[in-house]
């Protein structure tokens, strides 16, 4: 019981530092002057989301929830890629 | 042993690990948004960026790995955290850069962000001279 | 004091204060490409909304339509016609 009391403390005492990086990372997002500055910060946005629900899912004590972070993080670089593509050739597609 | 009496040794020295590098992550991260906000512009916030990404999401991974495996009042359920922690660490080293020099190729190249506070741009005169 | 619920509700108020921010911001946009990033962002903020409501199928499933399918085929879209719109 103190194990599983010290543990859920720390990572309670830890979650207010993701709230203020994850709205500092959300200004860049509304005052990027182009494109790829916003593409840019919700690609760090993104993973560090991945850990977030890493973290959650040892306080909540279920262990399907990790699953959902793998997906996120792999559809995260799709979207990289594709506005890569259309700023290069102006066209979209094979 | 020594902080925590209930556990083998072993066991203790991977959670000691796991909550060191869990630390460095969160530390990594705030240093990364706040990079992120005040770099003057797109080609200097690619260092902020990797910081933010890297320190602050691949390394905190590994330390859930490790932190996971040794708590043995979850049951069964830390294997299930620990192999998907660990893959998901894998998966943002191996596509994270990847996605991220595509993208700034392609700022460069459609001309979308002006080199500004400009000191040399050599890929510049690379291109002149390939078009000579 | 401090239990697993609590928790959850605080990081879902502000999960989805993000998301009817850009939600917004998507809307009153002229240029089309930052209109879909931010839909793409909006999309984020909700499947992590259903994260905390422990169901972790539908996040899966949200992930998919809502960053990838959605945003290549508007950018396919946009890319046959012009890239910003007039009032």
Known sequence: MALENFISTFIVVLLPAFLISLSLYAIRVIKGPSVTDMVLAIDCITYDLCFLMGLLSILFKIGFLMVAALALALWAYVLDVYVAKYLEAREVGD | ?132 | MIEATLIAEILLAFSLTLALIFAYLAIRERDLIKAIVFSALQSVAFAYAYYLLFAPDIVLAYIAVGVGIYSILLIYGVSKTERYEEV
């Not at chain 2, 990079?35 to 902020?48: C, D, I, K, S, T």
């Not at chain 2, 933010?52 to 299930?80: C, D, E, H, K, Q």
């Not at chain 2, 955290?81 to 998901?88: H, R, S, Y």
Request: glycine share 8%; charged share 15%; proline share 5%.
């Open chain 2, 1 to 132: 042993m020594f902080i925590f009496p209930e556990l083998n040794p072993l066991e203790e020295i991977a959670l000691i690990i796991g909550i060191i590098l869990t630390l460095i992550g969160v530390f990594c991260d705030i240093v990364g948004s706040i990079g992120m906000v005040r770099f003057p512009n797109f080609f200097v916030r690619l260092h902020a960026a990797t910081v933010g990404t890297i320190g602050g999401a691949v390394y905190p991974l590994f330390g859930i790995t490790l932190m996971s495996l040794a708590l043995n009042y979850l049951g069964v359920m830390r294997y299930f955290i620990a192999t998907g922690a660990f893959l998901t660490a894998i998966a943002i080293v191996l596509t994270a850069p990847v996605g991220s020099h595509a993208l700034a190729r392609a700022a460069h190249r459609s001309k979308t962000v002006p080199v500004e506070p400009k000191v040399c741009d050599f890929l510049k005169e690379d291109e002149r001279l390939i078009e000579e």
